[in-house]
C-alpha cells in the first residue's frame, strides 16, 4: 500500500482541485445556458476542459482514498468509488450537452430553437442529479467510514453527515419546483456537503489521517 500521507495529500489536492474548477466552469458556462447572443463558444470550450477535469478528479478522490478506506469499511469503501463514478459520468453528459449547444449556437441556430432549448434541459438535470445530489450519496458512503475509524477529527465527517439529508431535501425540492436550483435557499442547504468537502480537501493536503487510527488498519 502507498503511504497514508501520500494517500491523504493526493486525495486532498483532488478534492480541492473538485472547487477549484466547478466554480469557474459554471460561470464561463452561464452566458450559453441563458441564451446570451453574444456568448463567446471559447468559453464554453474551457469550461467542458474544466468539467471534464473535475470528473476526473471526482473518480481520483475515492480510487486514491480506496486502498485505506476499504480497512475501515468495504463497503462504504466500495460505494463510495461507484457513486463518485456515477457523478462523474453524470457531469460529463452535462459537458456534451453544453458542448452540443456551443456548436449548434456557433452553426446560427437561435438560443429558443427546440433542440437547443433541449440541450439546456439537459445540463440543467445533469447539474441538478450530478452536483446537485449525488455528493449527498458520496458523504453517505464515506463520512461514517472516517467518522468510525477516527481517521481525521470527527467534526469534518459529523458535518458531512448533517450536510447529507439536508442535500437530499434540496435536490428533490428543486425537482418538484419548489425553489431554483441556484436560489439562495438552495445554497443554504448545500452548503453543509460543500463546507464538508472543502474542510476534508484541507485537511488532508495539511495533516493527512492520524497516524494511531492508520496504526490500527494496517
Not at 447529507?164 to 453543509?192: D, H, K, N, R
Request: charge should be neutral; glycine fraction near 8%.
Amino acid at each position: 500500500m502507498h503511504s497514508p500521507r501520500a494517500l491523504a495529500a493526493t486525495a486532498g489536492a483532488l478534492y480541492l482541485v473538485t472547487f477549484l474548477t466547478s466554480i469557474p466552469a459554471a460561470a464561463l458556462n452561464a452566458p450559453l445556458l441563458a441564451g446570451d447572443a453574444d456568448a463567446d463558444p471559447a468559453a464554453a470550450a474551457w469550461a467542458s476542459a474544466l468539467e471534464v477535469l473535475l470528473a476526473l478528479a471526482c473518480i481520483g478522490t475515492a480510487v486514491v482514498l480506496f486502498p485505506l478506506i476499504r480497512r475501515a469499511g468495504e463497503v462504504g469503501a466500495l460505494g463510495f468509488v461507484a457513486s463518485r463514478t456515477l457523478e462523474a459520468g453524470i457531469i460529463v453528459t452535462g459537458v456534451v450537452a453544453v458542448l452540443s449547444l456551443s456548436s449548434l449556437r456557433d452553426a446560427g441556430t437561435a438560443s429558443d430553437d427546440p433542440v437547443a432549448l433541449l440541450l439546456v434541459e439537459v445540463h440543467r438535470w445533469a447539474f441538478l442529479i450530478g452536483p446537485g445530489f449525488i455528493p449527498a450519496v458520496n458523504a453517505l458512503c464515506l463520512a461514517p467510514v472516517l467518522c468510525r475509524a477516527r481517521l481525521i477529527p470527527r467534526a469534518i465527517p459529523i458535518v458531512g453527515m448533517i450536510g447529507i439529508p439536508l442535500l437530499a431535501v434540496s435536490a428533490f425540492a428543486t425537482m418538484f419546483g419548489l425553489f431554483e436550483q441556484t436560489s439562495s435557499m438552495a445554497a443554504a442547504f448545500a452548503a453543509p456537503i460543500a463546507l464538508w468537502e472543502l474542510a476534508l480537501g484541507a485537511w488532508l493536503v495539511v495533516r493527512g489521517f492520524r497516524p494511531d487510527a492508520v496504526a490500527r488498519l494496517v
